[in-house]
């Protein structure tokens, strides 16, 4: 498995970080402003990064297995750029999901805005990891990433779904 | 070839952006005929905020005099508020959507500026808006032949959705050019976020056409059901399918 070894963003590499990281805070916070609650606004970064540590090790291993696997030092750097990345695109995101759920009467439009939101930036987070993984150049290397992904983004997907409609019901 | 056309491209961006030459008007001039030259000076970055002041003002001045046309059908002080609140529907969404495609296309690697994004999304709406002003005989045509309410409905709905659509162009042909990683991606992004946002701030703001005989035209109306909900209901009434026994019809005085 080659890697691309380019410029990740037209942004610096830790401004992209501290949007992955305040990202999820934010949006927990348009979440928590319509539940009356503080809740989601520790969950929502936890569910993110916690998640995205757990089954990092997984991709990895899994790749490492089918004969694929980039050095550790390489694949590190791959999802520091795929978290920037999502970080990035949350940003972009952020003011319409709170448009959005701040001008409905309906709690359930704020829980669609936000994971929408969310899940936007995930999806354009791991097409980034893929693409500085460069999973696409052997069929193993994308059943493997096809499958972590679904993975990771079922697990993050139902805790997150769990906490809006908790919160807000 | 490319190179002659660049030259003539520069010769016609440097002439319309003179001191001398009027701005705006020539920027909206460049805007109709010439769209390959505002593309080409949003790309390289300059004159950006002198564009953008100037789609800015299109967009302002079009959809007011389109708004006014949509309050007409009513009159009174219905042209008032639709002339007032159709340019914030669309400056608002704009200014909500906009940064949605730098941000996604730089997640994906594109260079993405954002000022020449929202530069280059306000000239795409601004292209938009002048199409609309442009169908307002359309509407005035509409109102003089007391055209049905829910037909005019729809006619309004097809001159938007064809000056959407030839905005959409603008920015897919411009994003396009730069060939950059994602920039599919970041279109579809933007537009999903245009749609949605869109939606609900003119949803919040309506309403903007107004039956004749309606007995109040509010500045907004309450917050209520949703607006996939309207459309549904919009396409049933245009059928002959009411969900009412009546619209509302003015006090009678004795």
Redesign the interface.
């Known amino acids: 498995m080659t890697v691309a070894l380019?410029a990740?963003?037209?942004?610096p590499s830790r401004l992209a970080m501290m949007m992955a990281a305040l990202g999820p805070i934010a949006i927990g916070g348009i979440l928590a402003t319509r539940a009356g609650a503080l809740t989601p606004i520790v969950a929502a970064p936890a569910i993110v990064f916690g998640v995205v540590a757990a089954t990092a090790p997984a991709l990895y291993i899994a790749t490492a297995a089918a004969g694929h696997a980039p050095r550790l030092s390489v694949a590190a750097r791959a999802f520091g750029v795929a978290l920037?990345?999502?970080g990035?695109?949350?940003?972009?995101?952020i003011?319409?999901a709170a448009?959005?759920a701040m001008?409905?009467?309906?709690a359930m439009?704020t829980i669609v805005a936000t994971t929408g939101a969310l899940a936007?930036?995930a999806h354009?987070?791991l097409?980034?990891l893929a693409?500085e993984l460069d999973v696409g150049a052997t069929v193993v290397g994308v059943l493997v990433f096809v499958t972590w992904s679904v993975a990771t983004a079922g697990i993050a997907g139902r805790l997150w779904w769990d906490l809006a409609v908790e919160v807000v019901s | 070839m490319n190179a002659a056309i660049d030259a003539r491209i520069d010769a016609r961006i440097d002439a319309t952006f003179e001191p001398s030459a009027q701005p705006a008007l020539g920027v909206i001039d460049l805007l109709l005929r010439d769209r390959a030259a505002i593309l080409a000076r949003i790309r390289a970055g300059t004159g950006v905020p002198a564009l953008l002041r100037a789609m800015i003002g299109t967009i302002a001045v079009t959809m007011t005099i389109v708004g006014a046309a949509l309050g007409s059908y009513r009159g009174g002080i219905q042209i008032a508020y639709a002339a007032i609140k159709l340019p914030l529907v669309l400056l608002g969404t704009a200014a909500?959507?906009a940064?949605?495609?730098?941000?996604?296309g730089?997640?994906?690697?594109?260079?993405?500026?954002l000022a020449a994004d929202i530069t280059l999304v306000m000239a795409a709406l601004a292209f938009g808006s002048l199409l609309l002003v442009a169908c307002t005989p359309l509407i005035m045509l509409g109102r003089e032949m007391d055209l049905e309410y829910h037909r005019m409905i729809l006619a309004t709905v097809v001159m938007f959705s064809i000056a959407g659509v030839a905005a959409l162009r603008v920015i897919w042909r411009a994003v396009a050019l730069e060939a950059a990683?994602?920039w599919r991606?970041a279109i579809a992004?933007m537009c999903a976020?245009f749609a949605?946002?869109g939606g609900?701030?003119s949803w919040?703001l309506r309403p903007y056409l107004v039956r004749p005989r309606a007995p109040e035209a509010p500045f907004v109306r309450a917050?209520?059901g949703?607006l996939f909900d309207s459309i549904s209901d919009e396409l049933d009434s245009a059928r002959g399918i009411y969900t009412r026994d009546s619209a509302p019809l003015p006090d009678v005085r004795q």
């Open positions: 380019e990740p963003f037209p942004v920037g990345a999502f990035i695109a949350l940003a972009g995101l003011l319409p448009f959005l001008s409905s009467v309906s439009t936007g930036a354009l987070g097409r980034r693409r | 909500l959507s940064p949605a495609l730098s941000a996604i730089a997640a994906l690697g594109r260079r993405s500026r990683p994602g991606t992004g976020v949605l946002v609900q701030l919040a917050v209520e949703s």
